[in-house]
């Protein structure tokens, strides 16, 4: 057995490995970025932002499959289980780029996607209905107060039904001398640099996860790359190996 034959069975059961290690960890990343966008979707009207996690999804419970079969047809220089094992990396190299094109596509729209939901889903705030709930979370998760600024809320109906008060969502940590009053503001969350409403810093949370997903998928992608070759030059030597034995017998 040469030398590059077993290079090749090397990065191959490394690669079968990975594929156990990579199919849990695109699992965890496609539920995650579902996690967070989820708590948020109220303030993001177009949902294709979910395309890529429900892309790495699926690909991550196949690859947890195809990892044992990668070892087995390594192991055992099945030349068919191989073959079926290229092509199946081949076809989770196709989907990682579609799910890389996607999140590149709406990573760019993620911002133009909020501008147009945010200020309309504050204006409902009505203290009681669903868009109340989503904005109070995303306040007191990221702590924030208003789309731009914690001044958006003197135009909203709220302020005025409230006696000029904005939500207590807006309140600091869980300060309970805080009523949402203006004359208070050392107790809300008042920031005026640049990203610090609750739309900028949502941008950046969503943006933030997007990229993380987007990475993972281009590491996993660029090592199926040697995979792929490592595949075709053992499937090759296998193949030349059996037709000189054909021609001996």
């Known amino acids: 057995m040469d030398c590059g034959i077993i290079t090749s069975k090397i990065v191959v059961l490394l690669l079968s490995l990975i594929f156990w290690a990579a199919g849990g960890a695109l699992v965890y990343v496609g539920s995650y970025m579902i996690k967070s966008y989820s708590h948020f979707d109220n303030f993001l009207q177009d949902k294709y932002t979910f395309i890529p996690a429900g892309i790495i999804i699926p690909v991550g419970v196949v690859m947890l499959i195809i990892g044992t079969v990668g070892c087995y047809a390594t192991l055992r220089e099945s030349k068919v289980g191989l073959s079926f094992?290229?092509?199946?990396?081949?076809?989770?190299?196709a989907a990682e780029v579609a799910?890389?094109?996607?999140g590149f596509i709406y990573q760019r729209r993620i911002k133009g996607d909020l501008e147009r939901s945010m200020s309309d889903t504050f204006m409902k705030y009505d203290g009681e209905n669903s868009d109340t709930q989503a904005v109070d979370y995303l306040q007191s998760?990221?702590?924030?107060?208003?789309?731009?600024t914690y001044l958006n809320w003197t135009t909203n109906p709220w302020?005025?039904?409230t006696n000029n008060a904005v939500p207590v969502s807006c309140c600091k940590g869980n300060n309970t001398k805080c009523t949402g009053k203006l004359d208070q503001r050392d107790l809300l969350n008042t920031r005026v640099w640049i990203n610090s409403g609750c739309e900028g810093l949502l941008?950046?949370?969503?943006?933030?996860v997007m990229s993380y997903a987007m990475l993972v998928i281009l590491g996993f992608a660029m090592f199926k790359i040697f995979g792929t070759l490592s595949v075709c030059v053992i499937t090759?030597?296998?193949g030349r190996r059996r037709g000189y034995q054909s021609l001996d017998a």
Do not use: T
């Open 141 to 148: 998760q990221l702590q924030c107060c208003g789309v731009q």
């Open 85 to 93: 094992f290229l092509l199946v990396i081949l076809a989770i190299f």
């Open 99 to 102: 799910a890389l094109v996607y």
């Open 159 to 161: 302020f005025s039904k």
């Open 236 to 238: 090759c030597k296998v």
């Open 203 to 208: 941008e950046l949370l969503l943006q933030d």
